[in-house]
C-alpha cells in the first residue's frame, strides 16, 4: 500500500510545484508590462535649453558665422575658441581653419566677436556640433551647444574629423573686461577657457 501511495504523491507534488511555477513566471510576465507602464524607457537625447533662465543672467542673441566639419584641429576633447581681433581671426584662418568659407577678418570686431565651439577630433566621420543657446551671467558666459554622432552600428565615412560651429556676438559697453566661457554638452559641462573681450 505505501509503495503505491508514495509515487502517487509525488506526482501530485510535481504537478503541483510545475502548477506554482508557471503562474509565478505569468505573473512576472504581467509584472514586467505594467512596471513598463510605469517607468517608460528613456528618451532619446534631445538638445538642451535652459527655457527659464536663473536670476541675475540673461540670454546673449547670436548669428552663425559657419558649421563645419574640419580635419586641421587636433585636440581630442571639446574646446572653445574666442576671437576678438583680426590678428586672432587671421591666427586662427592660418592654423586651425584655412579653408574657412567665410574670411573672419572681413568681420566688424569693434562691434562683434566670434564664439568657435570644437566637438573635438574623431576618428571616423558623423559627428556635428551646434551651438543652441548663450547664457550671461556677470563674467560667465555658457555656451549650450548640441552634440550629435551616427548611431552605433550605422555607416560613416572612414575619415578623421573635427566638426565646428562658429558664431558672431555683437558687442556693447557691457562687454568690456575679462570673461570666463564654457562649454556644455547639453547640459554637461566639458571646456573653459577664459579671454578678454576689449
Known amino acids: 500500500m505505501e509503495k503505491e501511495t508514495f509515487p502517487k504523491l509525488s506526482l501530485y507534488v510535481l504537478a503541483s510545484t510545475k502548477m506554482i511555477i508557471l503562474s509565478l513566471l505569468a505573473l512576472a510576465v504581467i509584472g514586467c508590462e505594467s ?36 580635419s586641421q584641429y587636433e585636440g581630442y576633447r571639446p574646446g572653445l575658441v574666442i576671437i576678438t581681433d583680426p590678428d586672432q581671426a587671421q591666427e586662427f584662418e592660418e592654423t586651425t581653419y584655412p579653408e574657412s568659407p567665410i574670411q573672419l577678418s572681413t568681420i566688424d570686431f569693434h562691434h562683434q566677436f566670434v564664439i568657435v565651439a570644437f566637438y573635438g577630433h574623431r576618428p571616423m566621420g558623423g559627428p556635428r556640433i551646434e551651438i543652441k543657446q548663450i547664457v550671461r551671467r556677470n563674467s560667465r558666459v555658457d555656451v549650450y551647444a548640441y552634440f550629435t554622432d551616427v548611431p552605433r552600428g550605422q555607416p560613416r565615412p572612414a575619415m578623421p574629423v573635427s566638426p565646428l560651429h562658429a558664431v558672431k556676438v555683437r558687442k556693447t559697453t557691457e562687454w568690456s573686461g575679462e570673461f570666463t566661457f564654457i562649454l556644455y554638452d547639453n547640459d554637461r559641462p566639458v571646456a573653459e577657457t577664459r579671454h578678454f573681450v576689449p
Open 35 to 70: 512596471l513598463m507602464q510605469v517607468i517608460p524607457p528613456l528618451p532619446t537625447q534631445t538638445p538642451f535649453m535652459l527655457t527659464e533662465l536663473p536670476p541675475g543672467t540673461r540670454e546673449v542673441p547670436f548669428e552663425t558665422i559657419f558649421q563645419e566639419v574640419i
